[in-house]
């Protein structure tokens, strides 16, 4: 079907121009202009997705205001079937939504959002986009659009900035839109993902893989200290429990309950959840000569368990003027960023790296646990991994991995020399 022969919007037709392309025209009915309806009659031009964009986002939404007295000014508009808006509200209205974490879920409104809302030449917008027109190089060339953003300063020089995280993040959200969008509508969504396989890198060409710092046990140790001195007694356990636990903060402050560990069934165990993935498990406390495995941690622990009935195990140390009880560490938003900017207060009065952050002690977790010779399956299990290939981003090569596996390796080859060496002389 070629563009000409597409359906129009309402109160819209065509005609063939002179030069023999065809043109587009908005026409009200001659009733409503009888009636004093403000909304004229006008030409839309000779480029279909502009008429078509311009006539439902503006003319007809007029039209309709008009006619209903301003009634559907109150209603939002509903994405035309089968465009990438409507992919959008098929994803955000889908059981599989509602199983995402909370803040997966704004990450992804904000790719979906940055993406449908990118401009075309032709003046509409992506999102506007029947997903029938949509290839992998539309996508790519779109893609290629998000990486890069162009201000200016204060002499009016154009200065670009790459923006390479938030443009991987927004493909990656369109990816998941379309698969759960297909299974829903697969008469209407290709089956076909232009999203996937875009071979998306983390950093641009020549340029290092960003890294997030590794704390140290020294790191955590003087962290602790100046937490407590500073009167953040519940951001110094939670630091020492994503050591021990490999826990990720949104985890540690916004899911881990009292009810989670050591509850009256199970007196000698905590119970993992993690939101990322939904795996969960029982974590024991006490090996088999009945010896704690973390004396320190479940010690801190258990002195907030004996004073709090139910709830978050960790909460703000410090009253609020909003409530009498101690507030969650996320806000209303049910984000981290207050957290953050506590850690970092924390960082500066310990004398630390400015880098470190609260995910650093996670990472130097995972790190100390393959310093100890750990297997890949032992970290799996501690951390709730599916996977080998995600080790290598939280246990960094350091200096006696490097060393550990060099001497293995020069061990290996002395034993393969003697071995041909015993077997020359065999056959001598």
């Not at 301003?70 to 955000?92: C, I, K, N, R, Y």
């Not at 209407?188 to 020549?206: C, D, E, Q, W, Y």
């Not at 290939?389 to 006696?400: D, G």
Request: proline letters at 6%; one cysteine or more.
């Amino acid at each position: 079907m070629t563009l000409s022969q597409s359906k129009l919007p309402r109160y819209c037709r065509r005609k063939p121009s002179k030069n023999g392309r065809w043109a587009y025209f908005f026409d009200p009915p001659s009733w409503a202009r009888k009636q004093g309806c403000h909304v004229k009659a006008e030409a839309l031009g000779e480029e279909y997705a502009a008429a078509v964009e311009r006539a439902e986002n503006i003319l007809l939404p007029a039209f309709d205001s008009w006619r209903s007295g301003g009634l559907t000014d109150m209603v939002p508009p509903s994405p035309v079937p089968g465009t990438f808006d409507w992919l959008a509200s098929v994803f955000e209205t889908h059981q599989k939504w509602r199983e995402i974490e909370r803040n997966t879920q704004r990450l992804y409104r904000q790719g979906l959002a940055l993406f449908a809302n990118q401009m075309l030449k032709d003046g509409s917008r992506v999102g506007s986009k029947q997903l029938s027109d949509f290839t992998k190089g539309f996508v790519d060339a779109i893609y290629a659009k998000l990486l890069v953003v162009e201000h200016r300063d204060a002499c009016g020089n154009v200065i670009k900035r790459e923006r390479r995280r938030f443009a991987n993040a927004a493909m990656a959200s369109c990816r998941r839109a379309w698969f759960v969008g297909q299974r829903a509508q697969e008469t209407i969504v290709p089956a076909i993902n232009p999203f996937s396989r875009m071979g998306l890198k983390t950093h641009a060409p020549g340029q290092p893989a960003r890294q997030t710092p590794t704390a140290t046990w020294d790191e955590l140790v003087a962290f602790r200290a100046a937490a407590k001195k500073l009167g953040y007694r519940s951001v110094a356990t939670a630091a020492l429990l994503t050591w021990e636990w490999l826990q990720r903060e949104e985890h540690v402050f916004g899911a881990f309950e009292i009810s989670h560990y050591r509850p009256t069934e199970r007196p000698n165990s905590v119970r993992i959840v993690h939101p990322k993935n939904g795996e969960e498990a029982w974590w024991p406390l006490f090996d088999e000569m009945g010896e704690p495995l973390f004396p320190e941690l479940m010690a801190e622990l258990d002195a907030i368990k004996a004073k709090t009935v139910w709830g978050l195990v960790f909460r703000r140390d410090h009253e609020h003027r909003r409530s009498p009880a101690p507030l969650p560490w996320p806000t209303e938003r049910k984000d981290l960023r207050y957290l953050r900017s506590v850690v970092k207060k924390i960082v500066a009065a310990a004398g630390l790296r400015s880098e470190l952050s609260f995910t650093s002690f996670r990472h130097g977790g995972f790190t100390e646990g393959a310093d100890s010779d750990l297997t890949d399956a032992e970290l799996r299990a501690a951390a709730r991994h599916r996977s080998s290939r995600q080790m290598p981003t939280y246990a960094k090569r350091t200096r006696k991995q490097l060393i550990a596996g060099s001497k293995k390796r020069r061990e290996e080859r002395a034993k393969a020399a003697l071995a041909g060496l015993a077997a020359t002389r065999s056959s001598e």
